[in-house]
């Protein structure tokens, strides 16, 4: 099946740190890749929408300056997490998905910020 | 706006019971739903997803229904196993026609030996 590969699985860092986080897709061709957010016991929040060679589509209240972007090819994005606070410490997923099909997703990064 | 409940509370259950989650949705009218399967500290995994026309959908021991004007779909997961123990999610697609699908917040469930 479908392998969506992320990494770092944990990163403890200091406040003021810009972290990068990175989604491969490893046996497919993904047209888009989805970068979530999820707080304990709480549902996936979609954080921003990118598409391979284009800028990403944020959703209402995430900072593009805070959470960078790129995808710069159909098989990896990059999410930076820039001048990251305590309150930026959260679980981060992504997924990829090829044209209408369902996502595949990565299995997150616990992002601790000291 | 358009909203998805899943059960808060855990659903406790024997092994070899069947296991029954629910997931209800509100002011929308999805095109497709799917379930997803999350553990601890780790990424969704997709199981299933049903269309708008279809009633039920089976996988091996996995079977989803969708009732479009009850606005629901039930997961069951029939002669269950201690490692079936983990959090489902459901999620619809985006509204206007989008891919996007929004979750909920799952409901997890545990299997007791």
């Known amino acids: 099946g479908a392998v969506v590969s992320q990494h770092p699985s944990r990163v403890i860092c200091k406040s003021g740190t810009s972290v990068k986080i990175e989604c491969r897709s490893l046996d497919f061709q993904a047209t888009t890749m989805f970068w979530y957010r999820q707080f304990p016991k709480q549902s996936l929040m979609l954080m921003a929408t990118?598409?391979?060679?284009?800028?990403?589509?944020?959703e209402q209240g995430v900072e593009k300056d805070k959470f960078l972007i790129n995808h710069a090819s159909l098989t990896l994005s990059t999410l930076t997490v820039t001048s990251a606070h305590p309150e930026d410490s959260s679980f981060y997923i992504c997924?990829?998905?090829?044209?209408?099909?369902?996502?595949?997703f990565g299995d997150g990064t616990r992002l601790s910020i000291l | 706006s358009q909203k998805i409940e899943q059960n808060s509370e855990a659903l406790n259950i024997q092994e070899g019971k069947t296991a029954t989650l629910t997931c209800n949705y509100t002011n929308y009218s999805p095109a497709y739903l799917q379930w997803y399967r999350q553990d601890p500290g780790r990424g969704p995994v997709f199981l299933l997803l049903i269309r708008e026309n279809e009633k039920e959908k089976r996988k091996e021991r996995l079977k989803v229904t969708f009732d479009t004007t009850l606005k629901q779909s039930l997961f069951h997961i029939t002669a269950s196993q201690p490692a079936d123990s983990a959090t489902y999610l459901c999620?619809?697609?985006?509204?206007?026609?989008?891919?996007?699908?929004?979750f909920g917040r799952g409901t997890s469930l545990i299997v007791h030996p």
């Open positions: 997924s990829a998905s090829s044209s209408g099909q369902p996502q595949h």
């Open positions: 999620a619809l697609d985006g509204t206007g026609g989008s891919y996007i699908p929004t």
């Open positions: 990118s598409n391979e060679g284009s800028k990403a589509t944020y």
